[in-house]
């Protein structure tokens, strides 16, 4: 039991202290630095309770498999890097007002996804 709660701890830290979503591979390499022995499985496994429990949530980019965060983060967006794939948290806000949609429709809820590269990869 105590190795199930090390790994899950070592994956809660390495969602958290990432400041941004990561996918289960990366929560993967991260996390077999402070624990060598943790699978790909038990990570699949683990983010899968996680997210049950509310701990973190799933970031849907279409097309793609889901990256995972901490629940606990106000409303943002996500800005994807074309170039190497990290997905990164905005924390900009942008009103419903500034919203285009048609005539007599009302936004309910919106998700933004911005796409180019990050500052890493322009230089």
Known sequence: MERNTRQRNAILDVISEAGRPLSTQEIHETGRASVPSL???TVYR???DLVAAGWILPVRLP???DRYEMARLDDHYHFKCSSCSRVFDIHERIKKSHLLAPRDFVIEKYDLILYGQC?????
């Open 39 to 41: 699978s790909i499985a």
């Open 46 to 48: 683990t983010v899968k």
């Open 119 to 123: 500052s890493e990869c322009r230089h």
């Open 63 to 65: 097309g793609e498999a």
